[in-house]
T-cell receptor, first 112, second 110 residues
Framework: SQTIHQWPATLVQPVGSPLSLECTVE??????LYWYRQAAGRGLQLLFY??????ISSEVPQNLSASRPQDRQFILSSKKLLLSDSGFYLC???????????FGSGTQLSVL | AQSVTQPDIHITVSEGASLELRCNYS??????LFWYVQSPGQGLQLLLK??????LVQGIKGFEAEFKRSQSSFNLRKPSVHWSDAAEYFC????????FGPGTSLSVIP
């Protein structure tokens, strides 16, 4: 069966430090992969999505970047975190456009 | 640009009353349409989806939604709300990517 792993669950980082959040999917191939940030009252903001290895679409100009080095691995990064990067980050995958999203358990990032 | 709106930020209903949550999308073509629910401290759960065929779709937990092409809407309904339905509800659309509306928070009065 398909599973999605996202880690870490919580992270506290100082301003200006780097970031790396990792997401891996098992039990499927060539999934569409997503990174969202969820803030109260704003729903899920799409940050990045990928339809294949090395193919990344950025939705919001920001301090973050994403990479997909392998078919089922999706990484969210930053070279220097800002206070405004704090939030709850969700990774998700989708088999095809008419299928539902499967979500990871999320990462609560606090930038201090 | 593709967008999804949910005009109601927060709705309060009495238990047993009917419910309708609104969702509108802006784009030319008809996207794939979804409703998700997120209970406090929980992940997102798919309630129902539409991508073709009958414009009235049935979902889990007694929910249904109606797609109206002329209004670019996909409103969620439930005839009789239960206290356990209190949650955040998100409409989502897929064209080449999945985008979510801002959500509607539902409170249920006993």
């Amino acid at each position: 069966s398909q599973t999605i792993h996202q880690w870490p669950a919580t992270l506290v980082q100082p301003v200006g430090s780097p970031l790396s959040l990792e997401c891996t999917v098992e039990g499927t191939s060539n999934p569409n992969l997503y990174w969202y940030r969820q803030a109260a009252g704003r729903g899920l903001q799409l940050l990045f999505y990928s339809v294949g290895i090395g193919q990344i679409s950025s939705e919001v100009p920001q301090n973050l970047s994403a990479s997909r080095p392998q078919d089922r691995q999706f990484i969210l990064s930053s070279k220097k975190l800002l206070l405004s990067d704090s939030g709850f980050y969700l990774c998700a995958w989708q088999g095809s456009p008419n299928e539902k999203l499967f979500f990871g358990s999320g990462t609560q990032l606090s930038v201090l | 640009a593709q967008s999804v709106t949910q005009p109601d930020i927060h709705i309060t209903v009495s238990e047993g009353a009917s419910l309708e949550l609104r969702c509108n999308y802006s784009y030319g073509a008809t996207p794939y349409l979804f409703w998700y629910v997120q209970s406090p401290g929980q992940g997102l759960q798919l309630l129902l989806k539409y991508f073709s065929g009958d414009t009235l779709v049935q979902g889990i937990k007694g929910f249904e939604a109606e797609f109206k092409r002329s209004q670019s809407s996909f409103n969620l309904r439930k005839p009789s709300v239960h206290w356990s339905d209190a949650a955040e509800y998100f409409c989502a659309v897929t064209y080449d990517k999945v985008i979510f509306g801002p959500g509607t928070s539902l409170s249920v009065i006993p």
